[in-house]
């Protein structure tokens, strides 16, 4: 575990909850209105001043693009006010489209980790699967979904007709989404986000199985923070579109940049943290309340295995 006089990035659990804070108070004028840039805009403002006072000497690694595309939270960028060293990954505002129609599932994210222990994964596809901890050891990305929903049924003690997969509803999962309906599974169709529903597998009446399909790269990074925090289950392979990002690929990795990935091989380290604020109502609890002198914000931490939710009013002179 990486420790500064005898401190570890668990014990600043409540310094990267107030990133994440700040972040969610920022954007919230935005729900509801209908644009999903202004409101992704307010989020990253209010995350890059958050950091910016964070008693930690903190790298972006998983951030808004590279420096020539994002002007805040760009891949390398180094913020905090000095101290114990970490990398970091952010989503300032998962579920853009969500905020900007005020639907469920909207949150601020971040996840942290010692120097050098989460994937540089740049923003492409990953293939993944993840589950609770009774599944640990038991997934395999390469192996016919069919395998692993089985695999995962029998870890949990269950029939496959028992379970609650979540899937992205997109096209491209038509062929998995059939594989399931094929096992009896449940379904639970995402618009967007699945942060969230990855989280959502390791936590105690989460209400979720499984996440299976291609999403983020980003997102997987960030999700399996929290996934090898409680001892879950999460594997993935990158999956590039076209050349030039297969060539970006095997610049950064080499040749077997597309191999399968096991959680290890994303996040190398038990002394993570994972980082959510409700932006509308989701995993990391009720939406935002606005009250007399104030707004009570709604958070989940999760630092090593310990998972924290937390409730806070926040008073107006404050914002």
Request: net charge negative.
């Amino acid at each position: 575990m990486s420790e500064a006089h005898g401190r570890t990035l668990q014990d600043h659990w409540a310094d990267f909850l107030a990133v994440a804070e700040e972040a969610a108070l920022s954007v919230l004028e935005q729900v509801g209105k209908g644009d999903k840039e202004a409101a992704d805009q307010a989020a990253v403002d209010g995350m890059h001043a958050a950091f910016r006072r964070l008693p930690l000497s903190a790298r972006v690694v998983i951030g808004e693009g590279e420096m020539d595309e994002a002007p805040m939270l760009f891949i390398g960028e180094e913020l905090g006010r000095g101290g114990l060293g970490c990398d970091i990954a952010v989503d300032p505002l998962e579920g853009t489209g969500l905020t900007a129609a005020a639907q469920d599932g909207a949150m601020t994210v971040l996840s942290a980790g010692p120097q050098g222990s989460l994937l540089h994964a740049p923003d492409i596809y990953m293939e993944k699967i993840c589950a609770g901890p009774a599944a640990a050891g038991r997934l395999r990305i390469d192996a016919p979904l069919r395998e692993n929903v089985l695999a995962i049924a029998d870890a949990l003690g269950k029939e496959p007709r028992r379970l609650v997969a979540a899937v992205l509803d997109r096209p491209r999962h038509a062929d998995a989404i059939g594989e399931l309906r094929k096992l009896g599974v449940s379904i639970r169709l995402l618009s967007a986000g699945d942060v969230g529903p990855a989280v959502a597998t390791c936590l105690p009446g989460g209400g979720i199985d499984l996440v299976v399909g291609t999403g983020g790269a980003p997102e997987g990074v960030l999700a399996a923070c929290a996934v090898r925090a409680l001892g879950g289950a999460f594997c993935g392979r990158l999956r590039p579109e076209n050349e030039q990002e297969r060539a970006r690929l095997q610049e950064m990795f080499g040749a077997d940049a597309e191999r399968p990935l096991q959680l290890t091989d994303i996040v190398r380290s038990d002394d993570v943290v994972f980082a959510a604020t409700s932006v509308t109502e989701s995993a990391a609890g009720p939406a935002p309340e606005v009250g007399d002198g104030g707004v009570w914000l709604s958070s989940l931490v999760i630092a090593g295995k310990t998972i924290r939710r937390v409730r806070r009013f926040i008073p107006s002179d404050s914002l």
